[in-house]
């Protein structure tokens, strides 16, 4: 702890998982004080590559882009040759790199296939304890269990539990059905009921043809009327004398 002549807390690290705390000794104790490491320069940028220790497992940095490690010994292990393939395959892989990725959870038991399909059955390492999986549905392996001995009987049991309490795969959301047309309207049919009968003429029609014939009609009195017009008075029977031929 802090003294009274320096305030500042001696410098702490966690224990990676995976390893026994009681097993851990002067230099492993060193190794995880002195992280993060200084790997090599890359050779591509000239910038330093690190490896260290963070939230979800051990890691590699470089121009803050992060890269996940299988094991917290590759921390110490890592050289420089390896740790530019592990940040390559990260960038070809087409991920962020970034540093709060989840890194993949330890599996402790391979059970083997479900009896009832859909899978094989794991036992994993959970932030909050172990726990199996089968498609999608995981059920927490009680305390009282030690998850290394779980059988496939008991955790086909954990799985039903789980499932029977709704803890099963999320139900799928029903598709929304598509707007359609309205259906078609039957056809009529005739008296006879078999041919549909016909459809009255619509109005419409009839009183284009209607005022069709009226403008035919209307134009042929006007042309009748401009014949007439144009035409020469008709001679009456009377003859006409003219003034100079009536004799006094």
């Keep these: 702890e802090a003294t009274d002549y320096d305030d500042a807390k001696p410098k702490r690290s966690s224990i990676p ?13 060193m190794k995880l004080l002195n992280l993060p490491r200084e790997v090599g320069l890359h050779p591509e940028s000239g910038n330093m590559i690190t490896a260290g220790l963070g939230r979800y497992g051990p890691f590699i940095l470089h121009d803050g882009k992060y890269a996940n490690l299988e094991s917290a010994n590759d921390v110490f292990e890592i050289g420089i040759n390896r740790a530019v393939t ?18 993949q959870p330890k599996v402790i038991v391979d059970l083997g296939e479900h009896p009832a399909g859909g899978g094989k059955m794991q036992v994993l390492e959970g932030k ?22 779980l059988t496939v009987e008991e955790a086909v049991a954990l799985l039903a539990e789980k499932i029977a309490k709704g803890g099963g795969k999320p139900k799928k959301t029903a598709a929304k059905k598509s707007a359609g047309k309205p259906a078609a309207k039957a056809k009529a049919a005739s008296a006879d009921g078999e041919t549909p009968a016909k459809k009255p003429a619509k109005k ?17 009195a006007k042309a009748a009327g401009d014949d007439k017009a144009k035409a020469p008075a008709a001679k009456s029977g009377k003859r006409v004398v003219d003034a100079d031929d009536v004799p006094f």
Excluded: C, M
Aim: proline share 4%; charged share 25%; no cysteine.
């Design 17 to 29: 998982k995976g390893i026994d705390a009681a097993s851990v000794d002067l230099e492993l104790a």
């Design 86 to 103: 592990v940040l390559a395959e990260k960038a070809a892989g087409g991920g962020k790199g970034g540093r709060f990725q989840r890194a």
């Design 128 to 149: 909050y304890g172990p726990y199996v999986a089968h498609d999608k549905v995981y059920a927490t392996v009680p305390k009282s269990k030690k998850p290394e001995t």
């Design 204 to 220: 419409k029609a009839a009183t284009k043809t209607a005022a069709a014939a009226k403008g035919g009609a209307a134009k042929g």
